[in-house]
T-cell receptor, first 112, second 112 residues
């Protein structure tokens, strides 16, 4: 059992390019989340999904989109990357919205 | 709106001493309070959590206390060891917004 995985591990991206960060969990968790982590700002929620087929906006959703076509996958897309989106991105999942969240290993994204 | 204040932002202790990190929150509907430990370059990992119907919870050298009246909760680490050195994040799950809100983190350094 892998738990929760993310790909790629790291990426350098030119500004204006489109990028999709992948997240997959095999724990059959209903809820999934995307956070970005920046020094001094902690973990900030970008988007979330409480169950397959539904998504919601977090604290910093602008410039990002998500989809939840099935239980296992929750991709995060940057339609046109900007340098301020340089960050470490963590995907997380929980059995239900009010349960413990488990984090993936993270993706380090640099936008030049 | 939801807000979590975490103090201190950095904490340095000698091996064997105790460490205390405090968080305050604003949403009186919050009912779940996890603590995460993040080592350098790694993912956040849950170390202990507490729900609003409990005032204190202990797991070996780690304990968490919750004061719902004052809206604050604290992490206590006793007999600290160098491997306790990491960034610690508190979080609160508020019933009114169904999201986990994180504090900005505390960098704990345990000096041998």
């Amino acid at each position: 059992i892998a738990g929760i995985t993310q790909a790629p591990t790291s990426q350098i991206l030119a500004a204006g390019r489109r990028m999709t960060l992948r997240c997959t969990q095999d724990m059959r968790h209903n809820a999934m989340y995307w956070y970005r982590q920046d020094l001094g700002l902690g973990l900030r929620l970008i988007h979330y999904s409480n169950t397959a087929g539904t998504t919601g906006k977090g604290e910093v959703p602008d410039g990002y989109s998500v989809s939840r076509a099935n239980t296992d996958d929750f991709p995060l897309t940057l339609a046109s990357a900007v340098p301020s989106q340089t960050s470490v991105y963590f995907c997380a999942s929980s059995a239900l919205a009010e349960d413990t969240q488990y984090f993936g290993p993270g993706t380090r994204l640099t936008v030049l | 709106g939801e807000n979590v204040e975490q103090h201190p932002s950095t904490l340095s202790v000698q091996e064997g001493d105790s460490a205390v990190i405090k968080c305050t929150y604003s949403d009186s509907a919050s009912n779940y309070f996890p603590w995460y430990k993040q080592e350098l370059g790694k993912r956040p990992q849950l170390i202990i959590d507490i729900r609003s119907n409990v005032g204190e919870k202990k797991d070996q050298r780690i304990a968490v206390t919750l004061n719902k009246t004052a809206k604050h909760f604290s992490l206590h680490i006793t007999e600290t060891q160098p491997e306790d050195s990491a960034v610690y994040f508190c979080a609160e799950w508020g019933g009114s917004n169904y999201k986990l809100t994180f504090g900005k983190g505390t960098l704990l350094t345990v000096n041998p």
